[in-house]
């Protein structure tokens, strides 16, 4: 992470060194210029009274050339502003290129309609198990009924068999009774 901004610190540091290196040849270059054409000033003020339209001339090139200077500046920033541009737009290209493409979003459309598809059937198969835990629910209570009747028609069977021994045993004590000799 610190190299990174140690990247970012050396890049601006860079950027404002060539702009200071053109700006110092801008100026170089004007004072060359104007080394080759020497203007004398004190020249210019003995002119001032002899010759009006010299001394006019001489001072529309000192503006011209003061001019031209500073639009030299100026393209000379503006030539910085567009490389600086030109890095910015092919980083961006960089970052554009590695995004996905098409392909996975189309990808990514299909496994959306496959989740759709497996949470429908997973509520489906959530409301049929709820309603198998429903029917499980009333087959037990059915076969609790069922129990029930079954332990009560035991009940009154052996009920019904308990009386019909008692009935046949008080028939042969009768029957044993009456037999006996007496």
């Known amino acids: 992470r610190s190299s990174v901004q140690h990247v970012d610190v050396l890049r601006g ?16 270059k004007a004072l060359s210029e104007e080394l080759e054409n020497p203007m004398n000033i004190h020249r210019w003020r003995k002119l001032e009274g002899s010759d009006p339209t010299s001394y006019e001339m001489i001072m529309k090139i000192q503006a011209l050339q003061k001019r031209l200077i500073s639009k030299t500046e100026e393209v000379v920033e503006r030539d910085l502003v567009i490389q600086e541009k030109e890095k910015e737009y092919l980083e961006l290209k960089q970052v554009v290129a590695r995004q996905p493409g098409p392909e996975v979003t189309e990808q990514l459309s299909v496994y959306e309609q ?42 009154r ?13 008080r028939e042969r004590e009768m029957d044993m009774s ?5």
Do not use: H, W
Request: without cysteine; glycine residues 2%.
């Open 13 to 28: 540091e860079s950027f404002s060194l060539q702009r200071e290196l053109l700006q110092e040849k801008t100026k170089v």
């Open 114 to 155: 496959t989740l759709k598809e497996k949470n429908r059937q997973l509520k489906s198969m959530a409301s049929e198990l709820n309603m198998y835990q429903v029917q499980a629910v009333e087959y037990k209570s059915d076969i609790d009924r069922l129990n029930r009747d079954l332990g009560e028609t035991k009940r």
């Open 157 to 169: 069977y052996f009920e019904m068999k308990k009386k019909e021994q008692l009935a046949r045993e």
């Open 178 to 182: 009456m037999s006996a000799p007496g």
